[in-house]
């Protein structure tokens, strides 16, 4: 049942009690219906926060996942180029200057290994140390006099034999 004038006449009540009855219900309904717009005032500021939260998460979300691809793909990128060889000095060097980002990649792997390692031997092919085996260097070599005698040595020998088999060593300083 509602409350109207009609009701409250069956109920027997002057005009004056009705009239105040109907004022205190106005003020009633008048109050609920302020506070319901308060409510909804404070769900919307509240869905506007909510809004401003949920974009900073996704902004920061996806600042997370670029960084991860990022370090996914400096990893690779690092491992193709240890396997041809660049000096590990120069790794964080090349890293920083290479554009990662516009080298296709999928499921954690480049596209195109073997054209990339084409592209790292020839880009930074000042960057791979050439290995080469020689000999020792040596200014003075070794005389080849067979044991070091000099000429006055060799002619020293009284024995003929030993003389003769000295000068056979030592030829080159008899000629």
């Not at 040596?138 to 002619?155: D, I, K, Q, Y």
């Amino acid at each position: 049942m509602s409350l109207s004038r009609k009701s409250l006449r069956e109920m027997n009540l002057e005009e004056e009690q009705i009239e105040a009855i109907i004022a205190m219900h106005g003020e009633t309904v008048s109050a609920l219906k302020e506070q319901i717009q308060q409510e909804r005032s404070a769900v919307q500021a509240q869905k506007g926060v909510n809004e401003a939260l949920q974009a900073e998460y996704d902004a920061y979300k996806q600042d997370v996942t670029r960084r991860e691809d990022h370090r996914a793909r400096e990893a690779a990128y690092g491992d193709l180029l240890r396997a041809e060889g660049v000096s590990e000095k120069r790794l964080p060097a090349v890293l920083r200057v290479t554009d990662l980002e516009a080298i296709p990649m999928e499921d954690g792997q480049f596209t195109d290994p073997e054209g990339l390692r084409a592209e790292i031997r020839s880009q930074w092919a000042d960057f791979i140390p050439q290995t080469r085996t020689a000999g020792a260097v040596t200014p003075t070599p070794p005389s080849s006099t067979g044991g070091g005698m000099t000429r006055e040595a060799v002619l020293a020998i009284r024995d003929r034999q030993a003389r003769r088999a000295a000068i056979a060593q030592n030829l080159e300083l008899f000629q």
